[in-house]
């Protein structure tokens, strides 16, 4: 029996491979890597388009570099000439993703779906060229759905199987309540899959059970099967916890270019080449040679990671910003000068206050017991000169420049 690889001609076999080793490249799991390379070739053959898709319940609109490790696998396929699908959950999203969560996730309303997903959709744009993005609103054909419908739908999957899901598992073995209608989350992302006959989706690691519906759900209903590609979870700057907002282990999309290096410089150096891998737009062979770079000493780690860190800046700031940040890192962290972008900020409070009320007070920490501890590790600085006494009273003057850790200043103005 022949096989559609059978009918490729050496060019286009050789294409197959190369985007082959470039979509699979940085991957956790390909499911299955075989259907890749055939759809790759129906492709080339039919001259047709693959169709690639990525659901996205907007309930947490402030996107970082960890949610992109799924964009820039995206922008490969993009840069292929395919079709990229983006599945805002309007739907879906008024129930939330269970996925890794103790609770039911509190169900969000219209008006706070269509918000969070115009902030979503403009920075996807950064990394995406979103003229050339299918968007879809899976609302559109599940709302449609008639009771018998969704029956229907019920019935291809068992209770056995949806109960393997570990968060499922998780609480109801803590006598934690599982709401019937959570069930039906992964059954509606899985059809999507068969309403857009998606040829393959994007998920992230703990997606592993929601885009395996797809595939399975498109097999129930006499589709061609849609081929899945996980990609792994992005630590965060500290190295042990994935990349969130809340564990302020990030770094955002939208920061300003000096900050967005200085967070890149504090990464530990063993996550350089997955950083380099996972969220760059650099060549395959530009990654490879990184890799070789680092794990044969061949670059100091503090030039690879200024490399990454001008990267980052690069692509979601341009060539320009991206050298002003390196130039200025270097010289508030080589040269120990002071940025010369400073933040002013107008200052009509007294003008003798403490050290912990002025830090507080300028928003450059959260509390006054934090400041302190700060003081005593001595990390805040006055005009350059550091704060050691905890219960310090500052006089309060046109021009002073605070600094707070290694990122962080401002600079009092008066009127």
């Given at each position: 029996?022949?096989?559609?690889?059978?009918?490729?001609?050496?060019?286009?076999?050789?294409?197959m491979?190369?985007?082959?080793?470039?979509?699979?490249?940085?991957?956790?799991?390909?499911?299955?890597?075989?259907?890749?390379?055939?759809?790759?070739?129906?492709?080339?053959?039919?001259?047709k388009?693959l169709?690639?898709?990525?659901?996205?319940?907007?309930?947490?609109?402030?996107?970082?570099?960890?949610?992109?490790?799924?964009?820039?696998?995206?922008?490969q396929?993009?840069?292929?000439?395919?079709?990229?699908?983006?599945?805002?959950?309007?739907?879906?999203?008024?129930?939330?993703?269970?996925?890794?969560?103790?609770t039911?996730?509190?169900?969000?309303?219209?008006?706070?779906?269509?918000?969070?997903?115009?902030?979503y959709?403009?920075?996807?744009?950064?990394?995406?060229?979103?003229?050339?993005?299918?968007?879809?609103?899976?609302?559109?054909?599940?709302?449609?759905?008639?009771?018998?419908?969704?029956?229907?739908?019920?019935?291809?999957?068992?209770?056995?199987?949806?109960?393997?899901r570990?968060?499922?598992?998780?609480?109801?073995?803590?006598?934690?309540?599982?709401?019937?209608?959570?069930?039906?989350?992964?059954?509606?992302?899985?059809?999507?899959?068969?309403?857009?006959?998606s040829?393959?989706?994007l998920?992230?690691?703990d997606?592993?059970?929601?885009?395996?519906?797809?595939?399975?759900?498109?097999?129930?209903?006499?589709?061609?099967?849609?081929?899945?590609?996980?990609?792994?979870?992005?630590?965060?700057?500290?190295?042990?916890?994935?990349?969130?907002?809340?564990?302020?282990?990030?770094?955002?999309?939208t920061?300003?270019?000096?900050?967005?290096?200085?967070?890149?410089?504090?990464?530990?150096?063993?996550?350089?080449?997955?950083?380099?891998?996972?969220?760059?737009?650099l060549?395959?062979?530009?990654?490879?040679?990184?890799?070789?770079?680092?794990?044969?000493?061949?670059i100091?780690?503090?030039?690879?990671?200024?490399n990454?860190?001008?990267?980052?800046?690069?692509?979601?700031h341009?060539?320009?910003?991206?050298?002003?940040?390196?130039?200025?890192?270097?010289?508030?962290?080589?040269?120990?000068?002071?940025?010369?972008?400073?933040?002013?900020?107008?200052?009509?409070?007294?003008?003798?206050?403490?050290?912990?009320?002025?830090?507080?007070?300028?928003?450059?920490?959260?509390?006054?017991s934090?400041?302190?501890?700060?003081?005593?590790?001595?990390?805040?600085?006055?005009?350059?000169?550091?704060?050691?006494?905890?219960?310090?009273?500052?006089?309060?003057?046109?021009?002073?420049?605070?600094q707070?850790?290694?990122?962080?200043?401002?600079?009092?103005?008066?009127?």
């Open positions: 029996m022949t096989s559609i690889m059978d009918h490729l001609s050496d060019q286009q076999r050789k294409e491979e190369r985007q082959y080793a470039v979509y699979t490249h940085g991957t956790s799991q390909v499911i299955p890597g075989e259907e890749l390379k055939q759809k790759i070739a129906s492709s080339l053959i039919h001259n388009p169709k690639v898709k990525l659901g996205l319940d907007p309930s947490a609109p402030d996107v970082h570099i960890g949610h992109t490790v799924v964009l820039n696998k995206l922008r396929f993009q840069e292929n000439g395919h079709t990229i699908q983006l599945i805002i959950g309007d739907f879906t999203g008024k129930i939330g993703d269970p996925t890794g969560k103790s039911a996730r509190v169900q969000l309303t219209d008006e706070e779906v269509k918000r969070n997903a115009v902030t959709l403009e920075q996807f744009g950064k990394v995406l060229d979103q003229s050339k993005v299918e968007l879809h609103y899976n609302a559109k054909w599940l709302s449609e759905l008639k009771f018998e419908d969704v029956i229907e739908l019920a019935g291809k999957i068992t209770v056995a199987r949806l109960l393997e570990d968060d499922f598992e998780n609480r109801m073995k803590e006598n934690k309540p599982v709401s019937l209608h959570e069930f039906f989350y992964p059954l509606m992302q899985g059809y999507d899959s068969v309403h857009l006959e040829d393959i989706e998920g992230g690691n997606q592993y059970f929601n885009v395996l519906m797809g595939r399975h759900l498109q097999e129930q209903f006499g589709k061609e099967k849609q081929v899945v590609l996980m990609m792994p979870l992005l630590e965060g700057l500290d190295g042990i916890e994935k990349m969130s907002k809340s564990k302020g282990n990030y770094i955002g999309i920061e300003k270019p000096s900050e967005m290096y200085g967070k890149a410089m504090s990464l530990p150096d063993e996550l350089v080449v997955k950083y380099t891998e996972l969220i760059t737009d060549s395959l062979d530009e990654k490879k040679m990184v890799r070789q770079q680092v794990e044969e000493d061949q100091h780690p503090r030039t690879a990671k200024m990454l860190a001008k990267t980052i800046v690069r692509m979601f341009g060539e320009t910003a991206s050298q002003a940040a390196e130039s200025q890192f270097q010289k508030v962290f080589q040269q120990k000068q002071l940025p010369t972008d400073i933040e002013e900020v107008l200052w009509e409070g007294e003008r003798t206050v403490s050290i912990s009320n002025l830090i507080v007070s300028l928003g450059m920490l959260p509390s006054t934090e400041a302190r501890r700060m003081v005593k590790n001595g990390g805040i600085k006055l005009n350059e000169v550091k704060v050691t006494d905890v219960n310090e009273d500052v006089k309060i003057e046109d021009g002073l420049v605070i707070v850790g290694k990122r962080k200043f401002k600079k009092i103005k008066f009127n």
